[in-house]
């Protein structure tokens, strides 16, 4: 009984890992120009049209010969921080239709991907564009905390150590599910390289959480700097993560399992006691 019972529990924590499993592999949803009319109208029809004549914003019918991509990339990332900065097309649109700013809406990459698309706009080689990021300095310290979630991030993405280690961390490390971050800037063209990945987030793994809560320009390379911090450092091994992990796994459940064996034999002569006491 007692082991049926175990065996029940063990299989039922097994699904319940798999189905975790499944669900962080989910793929991402490709950008197409399809998705990016639906965005389009959701996010856009209030105030634009695409032929159809101004309404509070511009006709967008053309958008594209009009501006370049990477100018409509950014407008569309923050209209606000264009605007505050002194654009001077962002400032001339804006007197242009009354004053009445863009409202930053805080879309993903992938969704500024997709509604370019669907504008007409060419797509550009991504990856090596840290436009927002170049002009930022980093600060590791910074980096540090957003990893460990110490400080929460701005768009409510989840802390890296959920999922990742890297030797910057020190002792006890991060989680094991993805890749050890060791070596991450070297991989990816160093602080600059990876401040680009961590804008566009193109993992498999890691598109599900942060798709609709993209890292800010800061926190992009407050991370890069954090993780270009353990550049030629030797990864945390991972054999005896593992095995730290097992044993303490299987430490807690012999815990657990001689607490039951003697629960178990002690409830009878418990009944007994008060039996006799009767
Ligand atoms: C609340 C109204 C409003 C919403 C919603 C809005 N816009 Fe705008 N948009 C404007 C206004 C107004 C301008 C002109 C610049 C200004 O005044 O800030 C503009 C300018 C633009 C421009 C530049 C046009 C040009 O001629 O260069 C583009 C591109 C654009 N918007 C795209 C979008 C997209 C894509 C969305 C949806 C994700 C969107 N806008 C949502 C009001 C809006
Ligand atoms: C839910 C788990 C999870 C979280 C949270 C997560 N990642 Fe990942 N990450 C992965 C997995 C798994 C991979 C491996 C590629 C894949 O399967 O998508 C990966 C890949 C990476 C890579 C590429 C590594 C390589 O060796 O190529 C980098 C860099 C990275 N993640 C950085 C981050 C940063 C920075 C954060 C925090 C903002 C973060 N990740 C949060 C799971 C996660």
New binding site residues.
Partial sequence: MLIRWLTATLLVTGLLLLGTAYW??AAPPGQSAEEGEALFQQYCAGCHTVGGGDLSGPDLLGVADRRDRDWLEHWLAEPDTMIAEGDPIALQLLAQYNNVPMPNQHLSLSEIDALLAYLGAPESAHPAEPAQGAALAGNAEAGKD??TGAQA?ANG????I???DTAALGAPGG?L?????T??AQ??GGEAG?TG??GT?A?????P??QNRP?APQ?QVD?AAF?ASSAGEAAPSRGVRHATLYLLAFGAMDVFLVGLFIWHRRLPRAGRRLSARR
């Fill in positions: 962080v592999q957003l990893f991030f993405g989840t802390a890296c959920a999922c990742h989680g599910l993805g890749p050890d971050l070596q991450a991989r990816y990876l990945v961590l987030i993992f498999p793994s890691m598109v959480i942060y890292l926190e991370l993780l």
